[in-house]
């Protein structure tokens, strides 16, 4: 039978001849889940059938699976955040579509019918716990059953692309260890995840250059900066804090993605409309692509790969790509007035 410590308000329960507390000031809420426990303990020993798993045992099992993956930093994050919600999880079974559906509903901005910038973060989120469920159940056999997860409607269609008038007025906006992201990541088209993943030793300050490691099934890449992007990097190095290993810093910590609610706040002071982070990859593409720079050299410096033979010496392309990703400094330093066209000729020869 439930009962009460001195001096405490929650009931505390017997399961398998183990006190623990129910979590809970209501008699008959502590009673049923006493029994419910008991009986699970019961069919565990008596009918061999598997015992409960926490939230907790997944995640060290997923992460022991998983540490391979080239997102995996991004799996950590996000599990870091779960934990004040599902960490007192003690099984699986217990994390149901609706319970999971109020969690991702209480961040902000997160909309359940209507496309939202901040849904395509949540559906992330859901991709992820749905896969570790989905693990429990069919892979490593915990016996519970995988919920099908809500997921929320984005918006479709292709990225915004920014006018050079729209980005100056964001950038005024921007809080100033968003804007020195931000403008990185418009100057160099890299996307959302490897601007705030990046660290100094993927940095050539004296060739200009920015290396991505490659991992067992990812090839690395090399690409040239521009002027631009180069004296972001020289802000980041002369800031008050710095960090020997991450470029972009907050309160002299790194950052692991933008914040939502300041990007938000400057995009509406700014006056521009719906913008996401990621538009600032499409606005990079979108400049080059109005200056003429075919689409093969526009998907060598954003990193897209092709799986060629010779994508695995992308570094012996990057002074040919160079002159190209220096029109990102002419676009930004004339708004966009001059050079309506590029030679691509004149440039590359020129480089």
């Not at 719906?274 to 606005?283: A, E, G, I, Q």
């Amino acid at each position: 039978m439930p009962f009460r410590r001195e001096g405490s308000s929650v009931w505390y329960i017997r399961v398998a001849g183990v006190r623990k507390s129910a979590g809970t000031e209501v008699y008959e809420d502590a009673k049923a889940l006493e029994d419910k426990l008991n009986h699970q303990a019961w069919l565990t020993e008596k009918m061999g059938l598997p015992r409960p798993r926490s939230w907790k045992e997944a995640v060290v099992k997923w992460c022991e699976e998983k540490r391979h993956k080239r997102s995996f930093q991004d799996d950590l994050d996000k599990l870091r955040w779960l934990d004040a919600f599902l960490g007192q999880v003690d099984d699986l079974g217990q994390i149901t579509r609706d319970r999971f559906d109020a969690i991702m509903l209480s961040r902000t901005g997160v909309s359940g019918h209507e496309p939202r910038p901040s849904n395509a973060t949540a559906n992330r989120y859901v991709a992820l716990v749905s896969a570790i469920l989905n693990a429990a159940e069919r892979s490593w056999e915990w016996g519970n059953r995988a919920p099908v997860l809500r997921r929320y409607p984005e918006a479709e269609g292709k990225g915004r692309c920014l006018t050079v008038e729209e980005w100056r007025r964001l950038e005024r906006e921007l809080p100033e260890h968003l804007r020195l992201a931000a403008t990185f990541s418009i100057s160099t088209g890299i996307r959302e995840a490897k601007v705030f993943g990046l660290r100094w030793h993927q940095i050539d300050m004296r060739c200009r250059l920015l290396s991505h490691d490659g991992t067992d099934n990812k090839i690395g890449n090399t690409l040239p900066l521009n002027t631009s992007s180069v004296s972001i990097l020289l802000e980041c190095q002369s800031a008050k804090v710095i960090s020997p290993e991450y470029v972009f810093l907050y309160k002299g910590r790194p950052m692991q993605e933008h914040g939502q609610a300041a990007w938000r706040k400057a995009v509406e002071r700014a006056g521009i409309g719906h913008v996401r982070w990621h538009d600032l990859r499409h606005t990079f593409n979108s400049w080059l692509a109005q200056k003429g720079v075919p689409s093969e050299i526009r998907k060598r410096l954003m990193g897209h790969k092709n799986g060629e033979v010779h994508d695995r010496y992308t570094h012996l392309y990057v002074e040919h790509l160079r002159p190209y990703a220096e029109i990102i400094d002419d676009i930004l330093r004339n708004d966009g007035s001059a050079n309506p066209s590029f030679d691509t000729e004149h440039r590359t020869s020129n480089g």
